[in-house]
């Protein structure tokens, strides 16, 4: 019989290469996926104007901003932005070790969705180290609020997303995404839904330097009659809540290793994200670091490894 691969620490096969705009800077980008050892991690790795190179790990630790999307290191200095995407393209499959080689300050958008991302880490592929991966069980309930709004992160033997939205238009209103997310949810259900914004924030945006390479081919875009403009309508019934789970599944890729336990939100978004990433990992009661997500009750003596997180230190905030 050969072994389970699953427990095992990933990364690609080979280096990929894409390109594409930034949503919000408008440029013109390139990254490189490449393969990294054991225990790297994910690492954006910016290639600034004069060759030299910074590197910023994937942890949440190193959040710089999260208005309008997740950004990596000093909004006024190096960093790299709205990198949700390709955290959660990374997370669904099970990729634990990549360097990320960009040459601008934001990943680009592609069509607005991980669709793209996935398709370049199957062109690579996936190869395993026989290094052991590790896991975050939530022990306890955490729970963060916000203006109305509110997260958490509660025991579950699994990792299952409850996303609710709430806007205040035709178009959105109310929708819910529940269930268990693996890589094979991710990739039917997920993967292909886009950010979405509304027609009467465009300038406001413009104004702010942001959604500059925003257009009809990588966001829904809602008008002000409250109907989506985009002439192909949506790519499922309820995209925007599907979007919003798929930005969760990034943004939480930032504990460092994927959780097992249940996240659920209303009315959440990156900031929201964040902050109840961070009260988890602040309460070394409420999880432990396991190197399996087998539940309890069926692991066998010495399967499970439960230590401090501040041994592991890429995730410690």
Request: net charge negative; aromatic share 8%; hydrophobic share 45%.
């Amino acid at each position: 019989m050969g072994t389970d691969l699953r427990g095992y620490q990933a990364s690609l096969r080979k280096a990929v290469s894409l390109s594409g705009i930034g949503v919000h800077t408008g440029s013109e980008v390139s990254i490189t996926l490449h393969p990294a050892e054991p225990n790297t991690g994910v690492v954006f790795r910016r290639i600034l104007d004069d060759g030299s190179r910074v590197d910023l790990p994937a942890v949440v630790s190193q959040v710089g901003a999260t208005d309008l999307c997740t950004m990596l290191g000093n909004p006024a200095g190096v960093h790299v932005s709205t990198i949700e995407h390709i955290m959660a393209a990374f997370s669904a499959l099970g990729l634990d070790n990549v360097i990320v080689e960009i040459d601008g300050t934001e990943v680009p958008i592609m069509d607005g969705s991980a669709r793209v991302f996935i398709a370049a880490i199957e062109e690579a592929g996936i190869e395993h180290h026989l290094v052991k991966r590790r896991y975050i069980r939530v022990k306890k309930t955490v729970r963060v609020e916000h203006a109305g709004s509110w997260a958490e992160f509660r025991p579950h033997d699994g990792t299952r997303y409850e996303i609710v939205i709430d806007f205040d238009s035709r178009a959105i209103g109310r929708q819910e995404f529940r269930g268990e997310v693996d890589g094979a949810v991710f990739c039917e259900e997920l993967a292909d839904a886009r950010t979405f914004g509304f027609m009467k924030d465009v300038e406001r945006l413009w104004a702010s330097g942001h959604a500059l390479g925003s257009s009809l081919g990588n966001s829904v875009v809602i008008g002000d009659d409250h109907c989506v403009v985009n002439g192909e309508g949506l790519r499922y019934a309820d995209e925007f809540v599907r979007h919003k789970t798929l930005d969760a599944v990034g943004d939480l890729a930032l504990a460092g290793a994927n959780f097992v336990g249940c996240f659920s939100s209303y009315r959440g978004g990156h900031r929201l994200n964040s902050i109840a990433l961070k009260a988890l990992l602040a309460d070394p009661t409420a999880y432990e670091i396991v190197e399996t997500p087998v539940p309890r009750a069926i692991v066998y003596a010495g399967d499970l490894v439960a230590v401090t997180g501040q041994v592991y230190a890429p995730w410690a905030i």
